[in-house]
């Protein structure tokens, strides 16, 4: 048997549940049925994206590592892609109106695109990014 | 404009290209065509996974902020599920025989399913997962 090629969960573990989902519903986006105080998820194509206590998946993915510090960057970064150019900027613009962090403006990028990043409560990085005719997820 | 309900690309910082490259070959993915020395894609569902190198993600993700420091747990998980409960020993298994790092052995979760974690060359977590009816991704 090997590794199925899939990308079921991506699980952010944060560290105020109630904060991070009120941050993703601020972006619009609607929870799956079924969550629970410390337990969101939410529909991104095929994959779900889920919100869990950081210790609590400390505890089942890294028992024997520390938490990541706060105001650490993680070394991933996660991205939303828009259909146009001129979208990259009213998005990462409506992003940090509903309460994201703004890490960098959007800006024409060497690989042919254009993005700018922003940070959920807990710093994780969204990238809103545009390439000609690619419009993943 | 509000923000897109989508995950376009889950991008990992890699210290080394060609090694995690060659680690999800070693799992059977297949990469899109069209990488290069220093970016390579797979598809995950309507997903796809990125590898790019750490320090060049960085400078367009995190740009003053630290490195995150290798060996450290990022507050992040990503999961394979699989259709089966018996499948979740032998993913784990063929993942840790591909060259991935045994984090916990699978159990038995309170959440009612089962699953273990491996991690990749940079640390990255990975759960194979099972749960009773589910199978996104």
Redesign the interface.
């Known amino acids: 048997?090997?590794?199925?090629?899939?990308?079921?969960?991506?699980?952010?573990?944060v560290r105020d549940a109630a904060r991070s989902r009120a941050f993703y519903a601020g972006?619009?986006?609607?929870e799956r049925p079924g969550g629970s105080d410390d337990f969101a998820q939410?529909?991104?194509?095929?994959?779900?994206?889920a919100l869990f206590p950081?210790d609590r998946?400390?505890s089942?993915?890294?028992?024997d590592?520390?938490?990541?510090a706060p105001?650490?960057?993680?070394?991933?970064?996660?991205?939303?892609?828009?259909a146009a150019r001129g979208?990259v900027d009213?998005?990462h613009a409506?992003?940090a109106m509903?309460g994201a962090r703004v890490?960098?403006a959007p800006v024409d990028?060497e690989w042919g695109g254009r993005?700018g990043?922003v940070a959920d409560p807990?710093g994780?990085?969204w990238?809103?990014?545009w390439l000609p005719g690619l419009?993943?997820?």
């Not at 590794?3 to 573990?13: A, K």
């Not at 972006?27 to 609607?30: A, D, H, L, P, Y």
């Open positions: 048997m090997s590794v199925p090629q899939r990308l079921s969960f991506v699980t952010i573990g972006w619009g986006w609607q939410f529909d991104v194509g095929t994959t779900r994206l950081l998946l400390a089942e993915a890294a028992p590592a520390d938490l990541p105001g650490t960057w993680n070394g991933i970064t996660l991205a939303v892609n828009v979208d009213q998005v409506a992003a509903a890490v960098t990028r993005s990043y807990d994780t990085r990238e809103v990014a419009l993943p997820g």
